[in-house]
């Protein structure tokens, strides 16, 4: 998995109005826990571009006064009606304890199904793993190669070493629906004929 570097730099006042004075100089409060000590600093807005605003999942190296800490994102808080990045929550990496983050997933492959006239339908576009930080890839691979119309690939058929599913593994991760203009696969006599 990749990492963005984020510097930020320690909160001298905590509070609602402190808060609102640092985001006016474009500045995000956020807290880092987790660890041994909880971190509460600001980071400049434009440093979360590569992190909150990409389709790709990375983990932060958070630099506060000099020290390095990797993390995850945990949550973030946005304005609801203007979008404006209000909040950054992030969870600190601890070697030997495993993380839950949610990963793309990523289709490869082509469906005998589709090929027919069928829809392809990706009912989920992350989901949510639990495992160590060196074991989590970039997104979770779905081959649809073997789906046929009205088949489907659900959560328990799709395997990652060393990281477990944190999701119902019974839920549908991509299917394959019929559409009225679906072409009826040839039966045995007729694929005979031909």
Known sequence: MKSVSISGSLRE??????????RRNGMIPCV???????YEFVVP??????????????YAIVNIDGK????????SQF???TDKLLHVDFLEVVD??????????RISGTSPGVLRGGRLVKKVRKLKVRGLLNDVPEFIPVDISGLDI???IKINELKLDNLTFVENPNAVVVAVLSTRNVEAAPTEDEAAEA
């Open 32 to 38: 880092l826990y987790g660890g041994e000590k909880q």
């Open 13 to 22: 006042n905590v509070g609602k109005k402190d808060a609102k004075a640092q």
């Open 68 to 75: 390095e800490i990797p993390a995850v994102l945990q949550a």
């Open 96 to 105: 030997g304890k495993p993380i839950t983050i949610g990963l793309p997933i």
């Open 150 to 152: 009205d088949n489907s």
């Open 79 to 81: 304005h609801p009606i």
């Open 45 to 58: 807005e434009g440093q979360f571009r590569n992190l909150i605003y990409t389709p790709e999942v990375k």
